[in-house]
């Protein structure tokens, strides 16, 4: 197995499908349309759709039933990239290299485009499982994780209490965990998990997966708050130093950069350890977790 | 049939259902648990869960395999309401006689509020799905339903074609049919739908309560703008006029008045009629169609 090759063709072939959904056949309202495309194809990693791929692929699933369950996660992804920069929250004015949405679109139509890509991601889901009524169950349990990783239990509860705290809501060591396992860590969890639901697993299986993505959600959160700190802002397509400036809660300003690194390295270690009992079919994924436990953007 | 028993008991169940939504064992952070529940619990007519619960009786289906459908359905309107009053939208600041949610919580938190209570809705209705593995095709389809209808193709469709409108966009009565029949009619027809498909109709009769609740949604969004031009504030829990003011495009302001109400008439018949069909089973909603072609709130 080669990383890179594989990465890459997770990515074109979760390009190539998230296109589809709108093309000229998609018969959706300008300029919602065109503001749900501008954050959805502005260069993302395919971070989740690629994790949902290669859970799948761990139980050798089918790749073209996965696939738009892959596509719904980035456009949740999406969603919440376009709800996090409104002026009401973190007030960004620069994603990927480019204006924020709202900035190009306006307010009102970004919080649209938001709520359009959520909405759209549930339509997609389960337009799918429709066509796999022998996996029903699957489908179902996979879409369920994607609406409990996302939501009040998840990212929504996540997101909220990190506003909450920019807000002047007390904060300490337990309440980042909190928003550090839900804004990021509850979606990366329910990407590989609602890849894996699709191939019947057993709850050593799907225990394991939960491990992992726990770990590799957290890894990747501590790894964003480092990267605010050191990172390149050219190579990241955004500003650094926000989270200082908004006197955010952070890994680094609460135990230092090098406990923060330190801590990375810890998780990626226990992440791929997790994942050992699938053998040579884990490979990808744990190159993965090093891979992000090191990344520059 | 009593209406108005069968309605209130219709609404009894919805009220305790969704309370048990967000009561101590459900671990919703604050203050988002709040915000969700403060729009929620604000004395709407519940009229979508009304029109899902009804749909299902049509075919005899079981109220309780229904009940997290038709909770969802609120949740999703509550949702809809909550970010359309936000400043970049509606900018309004009554709704149902109190200060609307970004009002009382902030923008921020109310955006979270949406965007949490429409995860919600979709984990709640997958949730319930999981517990009836015999009918999960027809849950699926209830639950794409819904989906559709709050989503690009449906409600946030129509919410971005009104808002366009409203920010100086070209508008006619095209326009003003498509906003209608997606902003408020797509949700009221995937309610009655939802409900139905759990219980596996045939084609003609989903046929029938599609175009049924697609009269009564045109009919309901008719007299809407009618109640902002004559309407009683104090009935209607919000200021009056507020249409007229933002120069946005109504039936009432492109055609009048008294066509506007004939119009309602001739939606109102026309829906009865498609439902006649069901012959007794319909009598609830027969007048139900009545009633909402005559509310004053």
């Given at each position: 197995m080669d990383?890179?090759?594989?990465?890459?063709?997770?990515?074109?072939?979760?390009?190539?499908?998230?296109?589809t959904y709108f093309d000229d056949t998609a018969e959706i309202a300008e300029p919602l349309k065109s503001a749900m495309g501008y954050s959805l194809f502005s260069g993302?990693?395919?971070?989740?759709?690629v994790l949902a791929l290669s859970a799948n692929a761990l139980l050798g699933g089918d790749a073209n039933e996965a696939l738009p369950v892959a596509c719904a996660l980035e456009m949740i992804h999406t969603y919440s990239l376009i709800h996090d920069d409104l002026p009401a929250m973190?007030?960004?004015?620069?994603?990927r290299g480019r204006p924020t949405n709202h900035k190009v679109f306006g307010e009102g139509?970004?919080?649209?485009?938001?709520?359009?890509?959520?909405?759209?991601?549930?339509?997609?889901?389960l337009g799918n499982a429709l066509k796999y009524p022998d996996n029903a169950q699957g489908h179902l349990l996979a879409i369920r994780q994607v609406a409990s990783g996302a939501g009040v239990f998840g990212m929504v509860g996540g997101q909220c209490m990190d506003l909450y705290c920019q807000d002047g809501g007390e904060a300490d060591g337990k309440v980042l965990e909190f928003i550090h396992r839900n804004k990021t860590g509850a979606m990366i969890v329910s990407s590989l998990l609602s890849g894996l639901y699709l191939c019947s697993p057993d709850e050593t299986q799907s225990g394991a997966v939960r491990a992992y993505g726990s770990d590799v959600g957290?890894?990747?959160?501590?790894?964003?708050?480092?990267?605010d700190v050191v990172g390149d802002a050219k190579k990241l397509g955004k500003h650094t130093g926000s989270d200082a400036r908004?006197?955010?809660?952070?890994?680094?300003?609460?135990?230092?950069?090098?406990?923060?690194?330190?801590?990375?390295?810890?998780?990626?270690?226990?992440a791929r350890a997790h994942i050992s009992c699938f053998g040579e079919k884990a490979a990808f994924l744990?190159?993965?977790?090093?891979?992000?436990?090191?990344?520059?953007?």
């Open positions: 990383f890179k090759t594989t990465y890459d063709g997770y990515v074109r072939i979760v390009e190539a499908a998230l296109g993302g990693k395919r971070l989740r759709p973190d007030d960004d004015d620069l994603r139509m970004a919080v649209l485009a938001g709520d359009g890509l959520l909405s759209y991601a549930f339509e997609i889901m957290l890894a990747f959160q501590i790894t964003d708050d480092i990267l908004a006197k955010k809660l952070t890994y680094p300003a609460l135990y230092g950069l090098d406990a923060a690194r330190k801590k990375v390295d810890e998780l990626v270690g226990s744990t190159e993965l977790a090093a891979v992000l436990g090191r990344r520059e953007s």
